[in-house]
């Protein structure tokens, strides 16, 4: 199993110390040149990284060695957070400016024992780290370059699931959509055709295409589209086929035969169509009981399956599936020509790499997927060296024995940037299929020291958005279905568990080493998460009625906390999370949040949307000082805002602002925004009938400077 490198991680600890406030703390714990060799000693293994992760392919030393390593950064990472935690925490204390603030707050006579704690640690890890060091030569490592220049004009979002560039199905359309608009069959009212192929061949496109035909879209009363994967549960399907049919959300208390009686209504006497993607499921007697239940179609209806197996097929009654082909070969290279070298811009100028090209796309033997992940990759090389380094490739050699489509995709993962690397496989958290918001990852990724900033100047979030959109241009991510959302692509994820499953969770690898843990809401016992030690991201489905919220406080390197649902209140311990930086408590049933919350000076995002009873916020807010977002939509019984929010001047996203009755209510006034200079975005502004003087309060908000806000 390959071992996944923190390049982005090892960035920040390497800027943090280098910085003139670390330089004063590790004056004081009579660390400095400590800090300096262990900045010094991570510098030294950070040049050999990049040909590291490339020969841990075929040597397992070099896998252990960088197994060794990551465990040394994450524990620089942790010295170095709980060093400027302690700095946070003293300016909140002092609100003093740091200049000034350093030394005095780490030269008090209680400070002593963290002083030395943090000269033992910094010593500790200045030898581990010299050991991993010395074995460099040993193992042949080579220093090389690492030029991540970021790509500011890589912009383009993918589209539509109907992309103009899907090439070569027009054939397979015609067939699929002509069976689909058959009404005869021998399977009664509700008949099923099934697109069968390896992963990677374009089935879920193909469906696609159909599914969005006209003539389909004219010929049935009723669509539905569902992405089922592995999981195979009827309840959980019948309620989401449900939802599809209503185009809106069922609630979780539904019993099968309430939910029997509402599809019944929505579905009876109509000729529908219902596509079910990517289906894994060869129990014949679970699939006998989802069909009993949408057998109540007119004449004419239809069930669309996509599947990789043959033996999927059969179980759902198919004894003919329409088996997808890989592309021709000449179809194939238009697909990937127009990848490459970009609309109108054919290979006719470039004889040499039009060469090169064709031999690469022969190996991908016809799949669309290993095709766009290629051509999107060659789309950034102009040079000829580049195309022929990676046409001579060992992952090929792999690819053309085994036949195993990742080994083509790591092409592309290993010519990311270093900087996309960690963002990219920090999605092997989420479940196959899994609908991700563009704006959420984001901010998980600075959660997790991401994005690296290299000026001042430079805001996160849209760095952030630079990184995603970098991705999604280079394939690996596209937009879901109903275009409100980004998924990625199974094998693409796949991709992303093969190089770093050992810091995922998964039910059958539960170990300390885990930082990811994504906890679907079909599991209720929490118990086995006790053993990890090292947890960064713990996101909850639905919160387990068993578990308790103090448990989740035991966790304390976490840096990312969704709670979902079933949450009746905050406890005080939740102040133990002092790592903590993003926290989404949304639907929570609390009045209050706890005063112990403001002591989260890391917190970066806040989300506490549709808390409906929540009243307050806490009315030390200012205590927040990292605070970058806050989300309170839907808190419809929230007062006020209060008074010292206005200090939160990292605060980038405000979702709403509740103006207070009157001065004397201690809540804020409008005027509270007026420093708020960094806000973006879009902003509600509530109960203005409580300004008595428009005109003075709406200067004094000073919406001019506030240049990045869209709407207020």
């Not at 590291?52 to 252990?64: H, L, M, N, R």
């Not at 030390?620 to 939160?648: A, F, N, T, V, Y």
């Amino acid at each position: 199993m390959a071992g996944q490198i923190p390049f982005s991680i090892l960035e920040q600890v390497l800027t943090k110390l280098g910085s003139l406030a670390f330089q004063e703390v590790g004056l004081v714990c009579c660390a400095r040149d400590d800090l300096k060799k262990l900045g010094n000693s991570l510098s030294t293994v950070k040049a050999v990284l990049v040909d590291a992760e490339e020969k841990q392919e075929q040597s397992d030393a070099v896998k252990i060695w960088i197994g060794r390593l990551q465990d040394i950064v994450y524990e620089a990472e942790e010295l170095v957070d709980e060093m400027a935690t302690h700095d946070l925490r003293g300016m909140v204390q002092g609100q003093r400016k740091v200049a000034t603030q350093v030394l005095d707050f780490f030269c008090s006579s209680n400070q002593i024992w963290f002083r030395l704690k943090v000269g033992h640690r910094i010593k500790d890890i200045r030898e581990k780290l010299k050991e991993v060091e010395n074995e460099i030569s040993s193992l042949n490592l080579e220093k090389k370059i690492i030029i991540d220049v970021r790509d500011k004009s890589s912009g383009r979002e993918t589209s539509s699931v109907l992309k103009p560039d899907i090439i070569g199905r027009e054939k397979d359309k015609e067939k699929m959509t002509l069976s689909l608009l058959n009404p005869a069959s021998s399977q009664g009212n509700v008949s099923v055709n099934a697109i069968v192929g390896i992963g990677g061949l374009g089935k879920t496109a193909l469906a696609q295409l159909v599914y969005n035909d006209e003539k389909v879209k004219n010929y049935f009363e009723k669509k539905m589209w569902l992405c089922v994967s592995e999981e195979f549960e009827v309840k959980l399907l019948v309620k989401k086929i449900l939802e599809c049919a209503t185009n809106n959300e069922v609630p979780n208390l539904l019993g099968l035969e309430q939910l029997r009686i509402r599809l019944k209504e929505n579905l009876e006497g109509k000729r529908y169509l219902l596509a079910l993607d990517d289906v894994w499921n060869e129990d014949q007697k679970k699939w006998d009981d989802l069909k009993a239940y949408l057998l109540m179609g007119a004449p004419g209806s239809k069930i669309l399956v996509t599947t990789r197996s043959t033996r999927v097929a059969l179980v759902m009654g198919v004894d003919s599936p329409y088996v997808l082909q890989g592309l021709a070969d000449n179809e194939a290279w238009d697909l990937f020509e127009k990848l490459a070298f970009g609309e109108g811009h054919g290979a006719v100028m470039n004889p040499n790499l039009t060469k090169i090209g064709k031999e690469m796309v022969k190996k991908c033997k016809g799949v669309p997927l290993a095709i766009r992940s290629l051509g999107s990759l060659m789309h950034l090389k102009t040079k000829e060296s580049e195309w022929s380094s990676i046409l001579e490739s060992e992952l090929w050699r792999s690819f053309q024995t085994s036949e195993n489509i990742l080994f083509v995709l790591k092409l592309s993962y290993y010519h990311l940037p270093t900087y996309l690397r960690q963002c990219f496989t920090y999605c092997a958290m989420f479940p196959k299929d899994y609908k991700f918001n563009k704006e959420t990852l984001i901010r998980l990724w600075i959660a997790q020291g991401y994005i690296v900033c290299s000026s001042k100047d430079d805001d996160l979030e849209d760095i952030g958005d630079q990184y995603f959109n970098e991705l999604s241009s280079r394939s690996f991510f596209h937009q879901s279905e109903s275009m409100n959302g980004y998924k990625m692509h199974d094998l693409i994820h796949d991709l992303a568990q093969s190089i770093a499953k050992d810091r995922y969770f998964a039910v059958e690898n539960v170990c300390e080493g885990i930082h990811h843990v994504y906890w679907p809401s079909s599991l209720n016992e929490i118990e086995m998460l006790v053993k990890v030690k090292g947890m960064r991201t713990l996101f909850f489905e639905s919160f387990p009625e068993s578990a308790t919220l103090k448990r989740v406080s035991n966790f304390q390197r976490l840096r990312a906390l969704h709670l979902g649902w079933n949450i009746n209140g905050v406890p005080n311990s939740i102040a133990r999370l002092k790592y903590l930086r993003y926290l989404d408590i949304s639907w929570c049933k609390m009045d209050t949040l706890p005063k112990s919350i403001t002591n989260l000076q890391n917190l970066q995002t806040l989300i506490l949307s549709y808390c409906e009873r929540l009243r307050e916020l806490p009315r030390d807010i200012e205590k927040l000082i990292s605070l970058r977002c806050l989300m309170i939509g839907g808190c419809r019984k929230l007062r006020c805002m209060p008074i010292g929010l206005g200090k939160l001047t990292c605060l980038r996203q405000l979702s709403d602002f509740v103006v207070a009755r009157d001065e004397g209510s201690k809540g804020a006034m409008l005027n509270e925004l007026n420093s708020l200079n960094q806000l973006k975005g879009r902003i509600v502004l509530y109960d203005l009938r409580n300004v008595e003087n428009v005109e003075i309060e709406s200067n004094q908000v000073n919406l001019r400077e506030k240049k990045l806000l869209r709407k207020a």
